[in-house]
């Protein structure tokens, strides 16, 4: 058995919480990232629509080795751009306020709560604001 067999057979047994062999489809996007994916949300919704029902360890190892399964998560430089856009002063800051709404309302929407989670270790200025080029380095070193 290969190193990844092993690790995506060690994912799987996580989440194959009865022991059956299978897991349900709304496990598949938890058990993608246990295994170093990054799927968008639209991505993981058109496989999960695939399934017949629940994933067994074949089936999950087919949608990992996808064309395109694998890819690389961007440059920093990427998304300091798009923050640049809310950026008028072009300071290197936004608010606080509006980092929450960038995140919970445009592209792959987050929930107030994994925002919560993704702001916990950023440091906020006295006026309330985020150094955004800080806070994508930070995303992207986890």
Known sequence: MSANTKTYKDAFSLFDKKGTGKVPPEALGDLLRAVGQNPTLAEIADLERQLPGELDFDTYV??????????????????????????????????VGELRYILTSIGEKLSDAEVDELLKGVNVTQDGNVNYVEFVKSILSQ
Request: glycine share 14%.
């Open 62 to 95: 087919k949608i990992i080795n996808r064309p395109d399964g694998f890819k690389p998560l961007g440059d920093a430089e990427d998304y300091v751009r798009g923050f640049q856009v809310f950026d008028k002063n072009m300071s290197g800051f936004i608010g």
